[in-house]
């Protein structure tokens, strides 16, 4: 079992750019989440994907969008990139209480 | 609004001492609380969690505590080992029949002296 896969592993944009980070879940998993993780904090939550519709959203803006698909693999969508948004984006997968995380993609906003 | 808070940010212990770590919740609906480990360069790992009708609970090494009337909850790890050294995350949620968006505290780094 690979576990939590994302891709890629780093990025590095230029502000007002758009940006997609991709995640696959645990074999047997169907829900996704994605945190975003700011140096020296803890992960926040920005929204949750089940049946490929969005169940939860965390105080972020609508800078930020995703999509899930039938496969139950997760997209994450930024855009208007601001130097804030320089950050570790998480991705986690749960098929029920526990939720399992990947290594992250580290995003740099220049 | 919904707040979790951490405490010690940071801890260093003897190896084969214990370490203990302390947070408090805000939101009464919370009822599903997971610790997690965070290594340099890697996403959090999950360690052990506890649910809110379970008052404590022990996995080899790592034990915690959970107060529903007090809103606190602890990790307890005993006979510290270098490769405990990280960065700990508590967190809590309003789980109910299934994962539901999770609350965390703001991390302690552990580091295990030799």
């Known amino acids: 079992d690979a576990g939590v896969t994302q891709s890629p592993t780093h990025l590095i944009k230029t502000r007002g750019q758009q940006v997609t980070l991709r995640c696959s879940p645990k074999?047997?998993?169907?829900?996704v989440s994605w945190y975003q993780q700011a140096l020296g904090q803890g992960p926040q939550f920005i929204f949750q994907y089940y049946e490929e519709e969005e169940r939860q959203r965390g105080n972020f803006p609508d800078r930020f969008s995703g999509h899930q698909f039938p496969n139950y693999s997760s997209e994450l969508n930024v855009n208007a990139l601001l130097l804030g948004d320089s950050a570790l984006y998480l991705c986690?997968?749960?098929?029920?209480?526990?939720?399992?995380f990947g290594p992250g993609t580290r995003l740099t906003v220049t | 609004g919904e707040n979790v808070e951490q405490h010690p940010s940071t801890l260093s212990v003897q190896e084969g001492d214990s370490a203990v770590i302390k947070c408090t919740y805000s939101d009464s609906a919370s009822n599903y609380f997971p610790w997690y480990k965070q290594e340099l360069g890697k996403g959090p790992q999950l360690i052990i969690d506890?649910?809110?009708?379970?008052g404590e609970k022990k996995d080899q090494r790592i034990a915690v505590t959970l107060n529903k009337t007090a809103k606190h909850f602890s990790l307890h790890i005993t006979e510290t080992q270098p490769e405990d050294s990280a960065v700990y995350f508590c967190a809590a949620s309003p789980s109910r029949s299934s994962a539901s968006k999770i609350i965390f505290g703001s991390g302690t780094r552990l580091s295990i002296r030799p």
């Open positions: 986690a997968s749960s098929s029920n209480y526990e939720q399992y």
């Open positions: 506890i649910r809110s009708n379970v």
């Open positions: 074999s047997g998993h169907d829900t």
